[in-house]
């Protein structure tokens, strides 16, 4: 008898575990070297990754984005595959669009001086962060606003003990230090029924624009952001785009080069026995000899034997994994391993997708006029705050079309909003919307405004043609759910607070680690893939697709098959 291939099971075909598995089967002479095997706990493929329709529509319920196109492999693999071009409309075909208007609570319509000014504070606040320098040719305006960072950057940490904690704290300081500089221009705003000031105006603006952070990092409260990790984030040079053919092409052309049968679905795995002190010929407790010393338990009830798995489930279910009655490992994974999993942070990002209904309209029209809508709040405690607004819209920054004239909108939700509108009906969530909206795009009576004076700098705006709120009516929505989902229970990964780069390469460790002891237990057998395993690509398509490709080089590297 010949000796058994080794065999590789990848658990989960999301984009680490299927590009890994792309990887290793095509391989020059590896396809021959292992036996692999893909399972998946679902019911598809592609993990966080699922396109959709809605309305006619290609729309992305999870991954959305290619962040930028200069470097970037999944821009590689859609071009390859003639992904970036459809005849289906679909989302942000237009890319970004850039032509906004930003209402206030009580129908003020913002002036733009006053959201460039704010919006321009909070972009170099964060380009500090992220260690970006001063472009040349800036204006006098941005290098103040760059100074003024440099000064609340040195604030915070004094107050700190010499260092910044959070990415929150770091902003709000900056903020502050805004306000000193301007602490003699707090007017009245007139217009609306928002009962604005120049200050809580200033300060609704800046929090749209954190409120926006949160959706891209996943950080529910940016105070849990880590602010040293900022700077090792990378993005690739280029534009972002999303995929015309949706982000599952991707998914489906690295799964398409498999054969039938390697991807198993509906199999998910409830236990991971591994053995970490295992002597070479020892007969494992359970009657397997350790040339396959990994053994899965699935909840079926079945049990599956391999050398060696790579492990691609999601930071949150690795955080409900290591809790002390889960048992999804056993033994339990060791401390350095638990620590990384419980200190890097896994938040929760929802999408809310709705479609307008244009039956109110004989003139079909609301398709054409339906703004950009970046959204302005008081704060949650202000006494002059509108009840009929609910809690949960509070921190969602905008609500725009999918692409132009498109008749279904998009708002993005985290933290515990993202998880509030995991509970609620659509007819909740409709009126929520409804009522938002209408008290935005409000048209109270207003003073008459000279001609030629359309514009007050004082914070309001006064514009000839306005979309009215109460002409919005909404006929259908649909909503993602990651936070609730057991197959992933969240959406993606951050730097926390009290974590570092270093537990994201932490994350990438195979088990057991490597020892110089002549007892050792056999080689790699748990490996470690996602999108929360890589240290400067984390968050991202590319970083999971990147981290599959580095623990499949791992296995390839340790049978000398590269």
Known sequence: MGAKKPRVVIIGAGMAGLTAAHRLYTCAGSRDLFELCVVEGGSRIGGRINTSEFGGDRIEMGATWIHGIGGSPIHQIAQQIHALHSDQPWECMDGFLDVSKTQAEGGLEVSPCVVELISTLFKLLMDFAQGKLLEDGASSEERE????????????????????????????????????????????????????????????????????????????????????????????????????????????????????????????????EWHPEVHQGMILGNGHSNDRPVKLHFCDGSVMSANHVIVTVSLGVLKAGVSEDSGLFSPPLPTFKTQAISRLGFGVVNKLFLQLDPAHDPKGKSFDNFPVLQMAFHRSDSEVRHEEIPWWMRRTASLCPIYHNSDVLLSWFAGEEALQLETLTDEEIIAGISSTVNCLLSQPEEPQVKSGTPELCNGNVKSAHRFVGSDVKFKKVLKSRWGTDPLFLGSYSYVAVGSSGDDLDRMAEPLPRESHEISTSPELQILFAGEGTHRTHYSTTHGAYFSGIREANRLLQHYDSV
Not at 191 to 219: C, P
Not at 237 to 250: L, M, Q, V
Request: hydrophobic share 35%; aromatic share 8%; glycine share 10%.
């Open 145 to 272: 606003l760059h100074n003024l960072a440099a000064e609340a950057f040195r604030v915070c940490k004094s107050n700190n003990g010499g260092k910044v904690l959070s990415i929150g704290s770091f902003l709000r300081q900056g903020l502050e230090t805004y306000r000193e500089v301007v602490k003699d221009q707090d007017k009245e705003v007139q217009g609306g029924r928002g009962n604005w000031r120049r200050r809580s105006l200033e300060e609704a603006i800046f929090a749209m624009h954190e409120n926006t952070q949160r959706t891209y990092t996943s950080a529910g409260d940016l105070e849990t952001l880590d602010y040293s990790a900022e700077s090792e984030y990378r993005m690739f040079p280029g534009e972002e785009i999303t995929i015309a053919r949706g982000y599952s092409s991707i998914i489906e052309s690295l799964a398409s080069v498999l054969p039938d049968g390697l991807i198993q679905v509906g199999r998910k795995v409830r236990r991971i």
